[in-house]
């Protein structure tokens, strides 16, 4: 099944600190990972954290956190220590 960026909301620290931080992440990477995922976690706060790998970044794992719907996306960035 496939979801749209529709379906997903993105907070405001997102929009404003990480995509200026991280001016080459794509909002459907970070969907992509949500979606197929290599691994989740539960995270402290009612946040969850998804790992997965991005093709176009030559295959770097990006982590990215949810707020607890699992469809707010606050946080995106590449994990250099990921273990699956």
Known sequence: MTHHITDYRFTEYFEKEVLK??????KEWCIRII????KVELQ???RFRFWGAIDELE????RIVTLNDK??????FPDRGFKP
Request: glycine residues 4%.
């Open 35 to 38: 979606e197929t995922p290599i």
């Open 71 to 76: 469809k707010t996306i606050h946080n995106a």
């Open 21 to 26: 931080k991280r001016s080459y992440l794509k």
């Open 59 to 62: 295959g770097r794992i990006l």
């Open 44 to 46: 402290e706060h009612n």
